[in-house]
């Protein structure tokens, strides 16, 4: 069965200082991968997504980047984060199939980022 | 572009009664409807999906959903609520045309809370 691990759980992080926060998923082959940010425990928003190693695309400008560097993981970065940069990251995938995604995607279990 | 409405931030329901999380949608070309629970500090847990055929689907813990393409909506259903089904609860649309198949938009999310 497949499974995708999100770590750290929380984090607290000064202002200024870098970010990287992993993503992992096993038991599939050549997943779509997401990052979302969920602020104030409402809506989410696609910050990234993937469809391949080395093929990130980005949905809103931000303090923000994201890599692909094995087909099953997916990592967000930032150089110096913000205050704004706080809330819950979601990482996810779904299954590809034939160059499009019409599936469900899973989610990990999240990371709360509080920037202090 | 595709776009997800969910009208009511939050809905009380006694338990044993039915109960109605609502969500409409708007896509380019054909929807891929998709319907999440979240519990706090938690990632989303997939409920059920409408990718095609029957208007009627049914997912995990008694849920279901109604595909209305005229009125251009998904409403979550649950014939009688349990305490435990409180939670935060999204629904999200794929479009099936160009680009829009990688991206998995979410509404705002609903608040249900049974009350005993």
């Known amino acids: 069965s497949q499974t995708i691990h999100q770590w750290p759980a929380t984090l607290v992080q000064p202002v200024g200082s870098p970010l990287s926060l992993e993503c992992t998923v096993e038991g599939t082959s050549n997943p779509n991968l997401y990052w979302y940010r969920q602020a104030a425990g409402r809506g989410l928003q696609l910050l990234f997504y993937s469809v391949g190693i080395g093929q990130i695309s980005s949905e809103v400008p931000q303090n923000l980047s994201a890599s692909r560097p094995q087909d099953r993981q997916f990592i967000l970065s930032s150089k110096k984060l913000l205050l704004s940069d706080s809330g819950f990251y979601l990482c996810?995938?779904?299954?590809?199939?034939?160059?499009?995604?019409?599936?469900?995607?899973?989610f990990g279990q999240g990371t709360r980022l509080t920037v202090v | 572009a595709q776009s997800v409405a969910q009208p009511e931030d939050q809905v009380n329901v006694a338990e044993g009664n039915p109960l109605t999380v609502k969500c409409t949608y708007s896509v380019s070309g054909n929807p891929y409807l998709f319907w999440y629970v979240q519990y706090p500090n938690r990632g989303l847990q997939f409920l059920l999906k409408?990718?095609?055929?029957?208007?009627l689907v049914k997912g995990s813990y008694g849920f279901e959903a109604e595909f209305n393409k005229s009125q251009t909506s998904f409403h979550l259903k649950k014939p009688s609520a349990l305490v435990s089904d409180s939670a935060l609860y999204f629904c999200?649309?794929?479009?099936?045309?160009?680009?829009?198949?990688?991206?998995?938009?979410f509404g705002k999310g609903t608040k249900l809370s049974v009350i005993p």
């Open positions: 996810a995938w779904s299954v590809r199939t034939g160059g499009q995604s019409f599936g469900e995607a899973f």
């Open positions: 409408y990718i095609t055929g029957d208007n």
């Open positions: 999200a649309v794929r479009d099936d045309s160009g680009a829009g198949s990688y991206q998995l938009t």
